[in-house]
């Protein structure tokens, strides 16, 4: 039996084989929500220089999401194979670094148990399939730009975009939607955003968000058919006045100090492809409209 028969065969098997495969990915997303926005701002750099004719920066070394190798931010210790193996190794060090002991962060465990988790979860909601193997990839790209957007207020068109396209593809195959709904989830889902950007600019003379949430909800969208949009829309607004005052108290800063939206819009989204039909059918339900 291959291993693929022994995945199709055994729901255990799969989600077990998906959690590891989650904890390793998971692994690899801390480098990604760490090393991709100064990437992107080494860039915009070389980009700025060379619009206004200044002369190149001297060459540094390379850094990228493979180089340099990871190291210890206090000491500079490599850290080694053993070192780096999810959740396991942060247990076993007991949490500080081999060489000078210093704490490392609780985020990298914890992000790669999210992920692992997340992805145990839909290797169960989904089954052996295409779908569990599509949503794989949406739920990682989301936890990473969740991440990166809560960070520096920045979501990467790096991973929007080839997401988006993604969900066109898939859906070409009618895997969550039909090619039809997935183009128009894409349309109205930044244009549902574009607009409230201009009434808000107009009304109050602010940027209420950025560009990046119109294309993040255009790839939800995307992906879910524009069948989606309004739940996403309606849970990511209430989970993000809910939770975003209570991050404003608990820091005890203004109401004026801005606060990310694309986590919300994508747990809102992931949300919505798993349970949309579920969630709209139990209101409707309760409403009394059906």
């Known amino acids: 039996m291959s ?7 055994s729901p255990l098997a799969f989600i077990l084989c998906t959690l590891v495969l989650g904890l390793l990915v998971g692994s690899f997303l801390n480098v990604v929500v760490y090393r991709l926005p100064k990437m ?12 206004l004719e200044l002369p190149a920066e001297p060459q540094t070394e390379t850094f990228n999401l493979i180089l340099p190798h990871s190291r210890c931010p206090h000491c500079a210790h490599k850290i ?19 060489s000078c002991k210093a704490p490392i962060s609780k985020r990298y465990p914890l992000v790669e148990f999210a992920c692992g988790l ?21 739920s990682w790209g989301l936890l990473s730009m969740s991440l990166i957007d809560a ?16 969900g066109l593809i898939v859906n070409a195959f009618g895997l969550f939607a039909s090619l039809t709904d997935a183009l128009w989830g894409a349309v109205f889902g930044y244009l549902a955003l574009w607009c409230v950007f201009w009434l808000f600019k107009l009304i109050t ?6 560009y990046g949430d119109f294309k993040l ?18 849970l990511s607004s209430i989970v993000g006045a809910v939770l975003g005052l209570i991050l404003l108290r608990m820091r005890n800063v203004e109401t004026s100090t801005p606060i990310p939206f694309g986590p919300y819009l994508a747990i809102a989204g992931w949300i919505a492809l798993l349970w949309g039909d579920q969630i709209t059918t139990s209101y409707l339900q309760i409403a009394g409209f059906r």
């Open 217 to 234: 909800l255009a790839m939800l969208g995307a992906w879910g058919g524009w069948q989606i949009l309004p739940l996403t829309i309606l």
């Open 80 to 98: 080694r194979a053993w070192e780096n193996l999810p959740v396991v190794s942060y247990l076993f060090l007991g949490g500080k670094c081999s």
């Open 40 to 51: 992107m701002l080494r860039d915009w750099k070389v980009q700025a220089r060379e619009v």
């Open 118 to 138: 997340m992805s145990a979860f839909v290797a169960w909601h989904f089954g052996f399939g295409w779908q569990a193997g599509a949503v794989l990839l949406l």
């Open 205 to 210: 003379g602010k940027e209420g968000m950025g």
């Open 151 to 166: 960070d520096h207020q920045l979501l990467p068109d790096a991973i929007v975009l080839p997401l988006l396209w993604l």
């Open 3 to 9: 291993l693929l028969d022994l995945l199709a065969s």
